[in-house]
């Protein structure tokens, strides 16, 4: 029988019946996990059915979607994937390497569309005078839109995304367009840089830095970026009179109008307007009040 505490996260599962539990769930979804999974972990189907004591078939239909793993597989499969039932079955997690978007990145289209934003586009036409082969960070790069247009327009770009099946996309993407990206699978939160950017840039996504610890990683930013280079960032801000989003996350946190200039008061400001925008993300309608900053190290 399946013992379920809370639905959404504090998940625990007996092994007695797992195609009910399956049946939760979607079974080609659930094999795109396992494959996901499996790829991060660097197996391939046979070493993982090797692994297992299964056929490379079995694994094959099990990420398919056609097939599903014997009940007594579930705790070892966990395992061997190095992560928790909880992830495996639903893709959530309370720590770790996961996304709240994980759950669209999985589908076949891309959530965010493939059309760059504005805000990379004109991040590109004030790098006139930054040699070709600029080094480009994209914190929070999703599916990656804007890392494919900075590739296409000459940078060595390296992407940062928490989501697993978020990277996928991006390497699936970057292959279908001959273009070289450094897709890093890692929490924004954690990341130490160790090296200079000449461009570092992150589109929404700078809301999951804790209000506490967002001081030292602005800090961050302009340490590692080159003289000369640019940081340049849209977040989310707080307005009463504006609705919070219905997708809005927990682990989400608004800035006030104003921070992004604070941070970089030091540095030259070429580009910073706070205005308010129409979203339809989840399938239902309502608004941002967003701010965007471009600046220049000197």
């Known amino acids: 029988m399946v013992s ?15 195609s009910e539990v399956i049946a939760l769930f979607n079974k080609k979804i659930f094999g795109k996990r396992i494959a996901l999974l499996r790829k991060e972990n660097g197996y391939t189907q046979e070493q993982l059915a090797e692994i297992l004591h299964v056929t490379g078939q079995a694994v094959s239909k099990w990420e398919k979607g056609n097939a599903l793993p014997d009940t007594s ?7 061997v994937l190095k992560t928790s039932i909880d992830r495996l079955l639903t893709g959530e997690e309370i720590a770790g390497k996961t996304s709240p978007y994980d759950q669209e990145y999985i589908k076949e289209e891309y959530y965010w569309g493939l059309k760059h934003s504005m ?7 004030l790098c006139d005078k930054l040699k070709y082969g600029s080094r480009l960070l994209d914190i929070g790069s999703g599916e990656g839109r804007d890392s494919i247009y900075f ?13 697993l099946p978020g990277i996928e996309k991006i390497k699936q993407y970057s292959n279908s367009e001959s273009l070289p990206i450094h897709a890093l699978h890692t929490n924004m939160i954690d990341y130490e840089m160790d090296h ?6 992150s589109m929404g996504a700078l809301q999951f830095l804790p209000i506490g610890k967002r001081q030292q990683h602005f800090e961050s930013y302009k340490k590692h970026t080159s003289i000369g280079g640019l940081n340049a960032h849209l ?3 707080e307005k009463p ?7 809005w996350q927990k682990n989400e946190f608004f800035y006030r109008s104003g921070d992004l200039a604070g941070y970089y008061y030091d540095w030259q400001i070429i580009y910073c307007e ?10 239902s309608p309502h608004q941002h009040a967003i701010s965007s900053i471009i600046a220049k190290k000197i």
């Open 274 to 283: 706070e205005q308010i925008v129409d979203c339809k993300s989840g399938n």
């Open 151 to 163: 590739a296409k327009c000459g940078f060595v770009v390296d992407a940062l995304e928490i989501s």
């Open 4 to 18: 379920r505490s809370d639905q959404r996260y504090n998940l625990t599962y007996s092994t007695n019946n797992f």
């Open 241 to 247: 009179f504006i609705p919070t989003a219905p997708d």
């Open 196 to 201: 200079y950017y000449d461009v570092i840039y």
């Open 119 to 125: 805000l990379a586009e004109m991040t590109v036409n």
């Open 235 to 237: 977040v989310f801000v």
């Open 73 to 79: 597989f579930l705790p070892l499969l966990a395992g």
